[in-house]
T-cell receptor, first 114, second 112 residues
């Protein structure tokens, strides 16, 4: 049973426009969410996170929104740049007891066209 | 030098062979992980260790074993490799305060 779902395998946007990557989760115990970016031939790198006590977290061009009632989060990239082209993974965890064992979605391949 | 180093980066082997993937880290983190990535399946947790004396199975531990030789070293073994273990393997560490994972560059394993 997939607890973290990224239903769009790929997304293509034009440079300068907004990229919106979506993620849904089913486990109501999840209370901490992270986004990772992965370039080919490299390991994933942390991008941004959000705790369930917030509904928005912003870091430069990247903003993550959390809708707890819908068990949905989204990553907004504005403006999108060609260097943002990568696979983006959504991840979630139950931080109770300092577990921090992440469950990942399948990833979304973002392509930003010049 | 990378904070999380995996060796080998690429390996081709035959069915039935024993394979070890090694991971070392200089971040001083207690927590270490092994993940597997298959196309279209994202990252799946194989094993994790929260300190030297702690080893835990992840989602897909069958066919794998691990050893935590020291705080900085965590190795993954395939005792008898099979073709469906062909995948990209990632080692990761985490800081118990933030939960953020730091990944190595990956080890691509092909089992013929």
């Amino acid at each position: 049973d997939q607890q973290v779902k990224q239903n769009s395998p790929s997304l293509s946007v034009q440079e300068g426009r907004i990229s919106i990557l979506n993620c849904d989760y089913t486990n109501s115990m999840f209370d901490y969410f992270l986004w990772y970016k992965k370039y080919p031939a490299e390991g994933p790198t942390f991008l941004i996170s959000i705790s369930s006590i917030k509904d928005k977290n912003e870091d430069g061009r990247f903003t993550v929104f959390l809708n707890k009632s819908a068990k949905h989060l989204s990553l907004h990239i504005v403006p999108s740049q060609p260097g943002d082209s990568a696979v983006y993974f959504c991840a979630a965890t139950d931080s109770g007891g300092s577990n921090y064992k992440l469950t990942f979605g399948k990833g979304t391949l973002l392509t930003v066209n010049p | 030098d990378a904070d999380v180093t995996q060796t080998p980066r690429n390996r081709i082997t035959k069915t039935g062979k024993r394979i070890m993937l090694e991971c070392s880290q200089t971040k001083g983190h207690d927590r270490m992980y092994w993940y597997r990535q298959d196309p279209g399946l994202g990252l799946q947790l194989i094993y994790y260790s929260f300190d030297v004396k702690d080893i835990n199975k992840g989602e897909i531990s069958d066919g794998y074993s691990v050893s935590r030789q020291a705080q900085a070293k965590f190795s993954l073994s395939l005792e008898s490799a099979i073709p469906n273990q062909t995948a990209l393997y990632f080692c990761a560490t985490s800081d118990s305060d933030t939960g953020e994972l730091f990944f190595g560059e990956g080890s691509r394993l092909t089992v013929l």
